[in-house]
């Protein structure tokens, strides 16, 4: 009799794996969101980069980040999603930074080459008046 009863509850408890499977595998609205914002970081990422070359590996690999995170949540792997999400965006700041970084190291570079002039002329001005 025990054996019955047992046997009948054996559907129920598939019904109930399957779905906590189902539940398991399913991709948050907060992961999805997150997905979102790192698509928005990358593209930002993108316009202030732009044609750089500072930055352009970083660009890249947040891209590539960032199409692994929108596969993981097609295929409801949330988990691996939130990962590749914080990845892009991660990899879009650093992306900007670098971008960043060289275009004040060109400029600081600029500033330099000026100053250095400025020095030679006016090394050239204090010998010159002595002469005349």
Known sequence: MRTA????????????????????????????ER????????????QSVGRSEAGAIEL?????NLEQAKAAVNKGEG????????LTQLDAELAVSKSQSASARKAADELTASIQQLRQEAARGTTASPQQ
Not at 36 to 44: I, M, N
Not at 60 to 64: E, L
Not at 79 to 86: D, G, I, M, P, V
């Open 5 to 32: 009863n047992f046997r009948a509850g054996l559907p129920i408890l598939g019904v109930l794996a399957a779905g906590v499977l189902v539940g398991c595998s399913s991709v948050s609205q907060v992961t999805k």
């Open 35 to 46: 997905v979102a914002r790192s698509e928005q970081s990358y593209q930002q990422a993108q």
């Open 60 to 64: 890249q690999r947040a891209r590539d």
């Open 79 to 86: 988990e691996k999603a939130e990962r590749y999400a914080q």
